[in-house]
């Protein structure tokens, strides 16, 4: 099974700090993705990436930075951070082939719940 | 520009009853459709995908359906039990790597 692994599942950082979200995937997948998740807005995509050093921006990208040096890890980078980032991250992966002609759609990890006080 | 959509927003039923959870979908050109289940505080986890050649998915208990040309997915659940109590989101592929969820739908099982 893909494994998406996100370094943290609850972390407390204070308004104006920079802040590291790290997500790692262990299936060789060439997509990347960041998303957060609030009540009553559903799930909004910040950023995205079909490769090493590439890099889209989603819908929501303000305040948000990405780095993808490797294939497997898309960091997520929070410049300064500020209440309004108080939120619910989530990572996900996918193949950007098909294999077998089968989509495997996306496999996401467990989540970051982030406090910026 | 496609919307997807899920109703009802919330669902109880007792323990044992078949239920069934609608997506629906304004554009029936879509690639694939995936059902995730959340539980609180916690990542997605994939359900079921129907590819666009399929019509239908199983897994175990669950069941999904997907009419494209009436823009809509059911996800069947038989005899429901309280672990099945999570949030269930339908996701519309409109390529292989552009998705748009749905808001879910919140389902608790009482025993």
């Known amino acids: 099974d893909v494994k998406v692994t996100q370094s943290s599942r609850y972390l407390v950082k204070r308004t104006g700090e920079k802040v590291f979200l790290e997500c790692v995937q262990d299936m060789d997948h060439e997509n990347m993705f960041w998303y957060r998740q609030d009540p009553g807005l559903g799930l909004r995509l910040i950023y995205f990436?079909?490769?090493?050093?590439?890099?889209e921006k989603g819908d929501i990208p303000e305040g948000y930075s990405v780095s993808r040096e490797k294939k497997e890890r898309f960091s997520l980078i929070l410049e300064s951070a500020s209440t309004n980032q108080t939120s619910m991250y989530l990572c996900a992966s996918s193949l950007s082939t098909f294999v077998g002609g089968r989509h495997y759609g996306y496999t996401f990890g467990s989540g970051t719940r982030l406090t910026v006080v | 520009k496609q919307e997807v959509t899920q109703i009802p927003a919330a669902l109880s039923v007792p323990e044992g009853e078949n239920l069934v959870l609608n997506c629906s979908f304004t554009d029936s050109a879509i690639y694939n459709l995936q059902w995730f289940r959340q539980d609180p505080g916690k990542g997605l986890t994939s359900l079921l995908l129907i590819q666009s050649s399929q019509r239908e998915q199983t897994s175990g208990r669950l069941n999904a359906s997907l009419d494209k040309s009436s823009g809509r997915s059911t996800l069947y659940i038989a005899a429901s039990q309280p672990g099945d109590s999570a949030t269930y989101l339908c996701a519309v592929y409109t390529s292989y790597d552009k998705v748009i969820f749905g808001p879910g739908t919140s389902l608790s099982v009482i025993p």
């Open positions: 990436s079909y490769d090493v050093k590439m890099k």
